[in-house]
């Protein structure tokens, strides 16, 4: 099923209000306060987010935009409403194309954010053959213009060496990269768009390697 958005038209940039809006919130994060000024959420961010993601799915795949309140029932002290606004593409178990939005501007992301499952032992499998060379490869030419998160361990994975060729790649539990962009005029205009699917786009490379050699939580072929 297609995305639906109430923002039918097309994305024209996420306005000036929707920077102000979080800048706001940090000083009035509460139900009240949210109630009160919900509906300026709703046209400065939500539906400009929303059509984003609608002019993207023909070529990314269907989005989501996330709930913009906190989990705060085992978070105590946590504020009720979340400091920004995503949105993901999802291609397969914690896989994903993300964007977001908050008061410090853009961020355009991506990758395998949370292990699951076989995922790991999956993923380390694929480092130590071929494919391992390969994502070695990629990341290095991505570094030069992404921010990359593997949230390594701190030691090396139970059986193996120290020394192992590709330590640092089978110490990482995920593997995300992101880009940054803080509030700028041009973010009002059709620029953000090509930024986002631009960048989706660069690092499309690495989500297919994902997909075929870490793949779903469960067993493939099970």
Do not use: C
């Not at 979080?22 to 929303?50: C, F, M, Q």
């Not at 991505?142 to 330590?167: C, F, L, N």
């Amino acid at each position: 099923m297609p995305f639906m958005s109430k923002a039918a038209s097309s994305f024209t940039g996420f306005p000036a209000e929707a920077f102000d809006f979080y800048d706001r919130l940090g000083d009035n994060n509460n139900r009240t306060w949210w109630n009160e000024h919900k509906a300026e959420y709703v046209s400065a961010i939500k539906e400009p987010l929303e059509a984003l993601l609608a002019e993207l799915e023909p070529e990314f795949g269907t989005p989501k935009v996330y709930r913009p309140y906190n989990d705060t029932r085992f978070a105590k002290g946590k504020p009720p409403i979340k400091d920004h606004q995503g949105g993901v593409v999802e291609v397969e178990d914690a896989m994903g194309y993300y964007v977001q939005v908050s008061g410090s501007g853009l961020m355009v992301a991506g990758g395998w954010y949370a292990p699951q499952g076989d995922q790991t032992a999956r993923y380390r499998e694929s480092v130590e053959g071929p494919a391992g060379a390969e994502l070695e490869r990629m990341l290095k030419s991505m570094k030069r213009s992404w921010e990359i998160d593997g949230d390594p361990v701190k030691t090396q994975p139970r059986g193996y060496s120290a020394d192992h060729p590709r330590i640092g790649l089978l110490r990482n539990r995920r593997i995300t990269v992101a880009r940054h962009y803080p509030v700028e005029p041009w973010l009002g205009s059709r620029k953000a768009f090509t930024t986002v699917r631009d960048g989706w786009r660069s690092m499309r490379p690495l989500m297919e390697w994902l997909v075929d050699f870490v793949g779903p939580a469960a067993d493939p072929g099970a």
